[in-house]
């Protein structure tokens, strides 16, 4: 008898331009353009198989071995039922293909990082299980094609169909045919560049990110100008920085990206804070580092960029990696990040 199973997985991502607010919620379309790079150390991935077979009576996940439940019309049966339209559009142009849109999915889905990592899952778990059901589907589909069905599972999922440089464009379309991602440039093409996460807590976050960003739609005057006069701008400069490979101008939008964001969060009501005391030490921390460097003649040496929660993410060029591990063990001494990577930091992209 024919076993119909497939396995994939998809990494993290982490974005410079922060996606943030929904302009539909159910389609979860966003208000602004947003960019990540994608990870890839195999640490941080999320590793899905689905299975289709005809003695299933349901729909079932698991997820780190246990179950969840798939509720009618959330963001799982969302997705596998567009998976399944798509198998079905198949079928009908390759009708010697077994029915397999028939049948019910087994999923089972797990990620490798530790939940203590403090890294949001949703990105490379949707990613994951689209990209697992694509496989068992034999859907020839490209990555953008799947991400506008991973971004109907969580918004930054659908940035993790691709490896390096990822932009998500927003798009103008009501349906959402056009907010899907696109690569602005491909992991090899700057190799030099790391992600160093620094773990300040791995607390449970206060305010989810699907709630606190329709709160900050709704009451915000600075998400409007945001979207309106500022993130355009910085899509298009940034997508350039990163095709001349310009750390610098790299960095400084990424820094300054990650704080109008928490300054956005801020500016909701009742305001929304993700950062603690210790990510601000670790700001400061960074900036010091480049000022030192640009006052001395140089550039800039790392950039941090924090999502929702306290945990830091510095991007940095390889020669400097050393340099500020160790000055982060320094102020920051409680563990030993090259013995322990998920300690104090996961490293990630660090070779
Ligand atoms: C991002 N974040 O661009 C931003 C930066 C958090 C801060 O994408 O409601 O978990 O599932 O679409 O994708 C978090 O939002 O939200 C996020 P949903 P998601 O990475």
Redesign the pocket.
Known sequence: MAVYQATASAPV???C????G?RDTKL?LPTNS?L?VTLDQDHLRSTTTSRADPSFTKDRLWLNGTEDEIKAGG?LATCISEMKRMRKEYEDQNPNEPKLSDFYVHICSRNNFPTAAGL?S??SGFAALVSSLAALYKLPASPSKLSLIARQ?????C?SLFGGFVAWEQGTSPDGSDSFAVEVAPREHWPDIHALICVVSDDKKGT???SG?QRTVETSALLQHRIKHVVPERMRAISEAIKARDFDAFARITMQDSNQ?HAVALDTEPPIFYMNDVSRAIIALVVEYNRVSVEAGGKLKAAYTY??GPNAVIYAPKENLREIVEMIVKYFPQADPFKDPFGLFGAAGVT
């Open positions: 991502n982490i974005a331009i922060k996606y943030w929904k979860i947003s990540s963001r949001a949703s990105a599972g969580s918004g930054s999922a940035r989810s990110s699907t960003m964001f999502d929702a």
